[in-house]
């Protein structure tokens, strides 16, 4: 059963340096140690059954409407959340350094090592998707290494806390288990996630409530429980195409997300509450990346009219290019690779250095490629910039819930994308 363990807060006059009077002062708290989860789902209540069925359905449909857009857009997602934690760390990396440095590999140190742990966060996840291997702690262990490399790997040996208004437990808005009991509730919810069966909506939601109140690492809890959401979800097979940004929509609503998971961890647990509101969650985000994929399509449409146009006002016979010209794979493939050079597309289609250089000054030439120069003025390499301004609004989004970011603005993070370029795809 879970239980609340009472444990004692005293400091030495080393480990307290720099610690208020407050904090310094010995008491009491309670760690909260929860139930072992085993490899069964628990009953549950028509309304939170319904609920999880109708996310699941919503979830199916969503990912089956996105297909091919779906590598595109988890590299979009997963950029977007690395854009946000840069900022909230003082990095101010934009989408488009941060597209400069992952292809020519040179840039600010900042966006060279978020694409570092962008790129090697997407190999954990996929490693942790292998339906045929069961999951270890060791593997718990090595995505949060992954996603928090500052850090040595392995679980937590301190007991640490959540929130609050001071740097001690007994003023922390939540405790977790003891260090002594991390190891063992990792291994049960390892178990879990391998093993059990069910509606994979309900699963997910339990895997990620366990984990957040377990809270075995020193720092990147909240990134490494999101990752295992994904992990869930496509080991059960309900997602195939797409990262589906399900817990940036508790981010834009902080007290629905901590209410759920004081109702998780209710005496007794509230568990049905919990699954409604994470059921709710996700089909806002299953929306939220439909709707994505929707103004990458748009975008594209958009575009190719807008090279047509050129082309018909210089006289070029014909405007529309041909099917199979360079310059039209080019442009299909920009939400892809939204940073080229002459090398890359001579390399990706198999073009001559002279027809890849053709093909880039022409959609240059039409607006809807950007010359970006060094600080001598030589060229080196183009930017489709509406589309990188997609990442822009996925990041404005995510961060305040996946809603439209018009009415209601983040407090940090890059500028919004010029008009021009995006609004009428975004609504605003």
Not at 143 to 169: D, K, M
């Amino acid at each position: 059963m879970a239980e609340y363990i009472e444990r004692l807060w005293s400091l030495d006059d080393e480990s307290g340096f720099g610690l208020s009077r407050r904090d310094r002062q010995p008491g009491r708290y309670r760690a909260y140690v929860p139930d072992e989860l085993g490899t069964r789902l628990p009953d549950l209540g028509g309304a939170a059954r319904t609920a999880a069925e109708d996310a699941l359905v919503v979830l199916g449909r969503a990912d089956e409407r996105i297909g091919e857009h779906g590598g595109f857009l988890n590299h979009l997602l997963i950029r977007s959340e690395s854009i946000s934690s840069s900022w909230i760390e003082g990095n101010r990396v934009t989408p488009k350094k941060l597209a400069i440095a992952e292809v020519l590999q040179q840039g600010p140190r900042v966006a060279l090592d978020v694409i570092g742990n962008v790129r090697a966060t997407e190999a954990a996840i996929h490693e942790l998707t292998d339906r045929s291997q069961p999951i270890s702690v060791r593997d718990i262990e090595t995505l949060q290494h992954v996603i928090e490399p500052r850090l040595s790997i392995g679980v937590r040996t301190e007991q640490n806390w959540v929130g609050g208004t001071g740097s001690s437990p007994l003023r922390a808005d939540f405790v977790p288990a003891p260090e002594t009991e991390v190891e063992r509730l990792l291994g049960d919810l390892a178990g879990f996630m391998s093993e059990t069966g069910g509606n994979p909506v309900v699963r997910a939601a339990i895997a990620h409530a366990q984990f957040e109140t377990i809270h075995p690492f020193v720092d990147g809890n909240g990134r490494t429980g999101r990752a295992l959401i994904h992990t869930v979800l496509a080991r059960a097979d309900a997602l195939r195409n797409v990262l589906i940004p399900i817990s940036t929509v508790f981010a834009g609503d902080t007290d629905a997300y901590i209410a759920g998971l004081s109702a998780y961890r209710a005496t007794p647990p509230r568990l049905d509450d919990w699954v409604i509101g994470f059921a709710s969650a996700v089909e806002r985000a299953a929306g939220n990346a439909v709707a994505l994929a929707d103004r990458v399509e748009a975008l594209d449409a958009r575009l190719l009219e807008q090279l047509v146009a050129h082309r018909t006002a210089r006289g070029v016979n014909p405007a529309r290019p041909r099917s199979d010209a360079l310059m039209l794979r080019v442009l299909s493939n920009l939400a892809h690779e939204p940073v080229l050079t002459g090398d890359r597309v001579s390399e990706r289609w198999g073009a001559s250095p002279s027809a890849a250089h053709r093909a880039l000054v022409a959609l240059a030439d039409a607006g809807i490629l950007a010359r970006v120069k060094d600080q001598k003025g030589r060229l080196f390499c183009y930017t489709a910039d509406a589309h990188l301004g997609l990442v822009a609004l996925a990041e404005r989004s995510n961060r305040i819930g996946g809603h439209e970011t018009g009415a209601r603005k983040p407090r940090l993070g890059p500028d919004a994308p010029a008009l021009d370029h995006v609004g009428r795809l975004h609504g605003e």
